[in-house]
């Protein structure tokens, strides 16, 4: 578990409302879970992401490349299976997309993030942060 850049996250991305409340669920491994379980139903807790509308494959292929096409990312998702873990990013992306498990697949330190909810259409991208 990456709590340094799981709090960066959280930094950047999620409602500063909700900020206080995850960083402390991510401090511990027991706690964790409790932000896990949210990821769902966890859109309108975003900020600075853009809905993904259409072919998500190639929405993401389009932002990575302005990344510098990075090689892995780290996930955080209520699949256990994939939860807390680098993974290669072709690797990731066909494990999350279309699962239907709340995840974000973090790129680099943080400069982006993929989201994937339960629901078929609930997918976003943040904005790029260099």
């Known amino acids: 578990m990456d709590v340094e850049l799981e709090a960066k996250v959280i930094k950047r991305f999620i409602i500063n409302r909700k900020q206080e409340r995850y960083l402390g669920f991510i401090q511990a491994e027991k706690t964790r879970r ?3 379980d949210e990821l769902a139903h966890f859109s309108s807790q975003l900020k600075d992401f853009e809905e993904i509308k259409g072919n998500e494959w190639k929405v993401l292929e389009e932002k990575l490349k302005n990344l ?3 090689t892995d990312c780290y996930m955080i998702s209520e699949n256990s299976e994939i939860d807390a873990k ?3 990013v072709k690797l990731a992306l066909r494990e999350s997309i279309g699962y239907g498990s709340g995840t974000l697949i973090v790129f680099g330190d943080a400069n982006m993030v993929y989201y994937e909810g339960e629901g078929p259409s609930d997918r976003w991208i943040s904005k790029l942060i260099k």
């Open 86 to 88: 680098r993974l290669d």
């Open 68 to 70: 510098g096409n990075p």
């Open 34 to 36: 409790k932000f896990t």
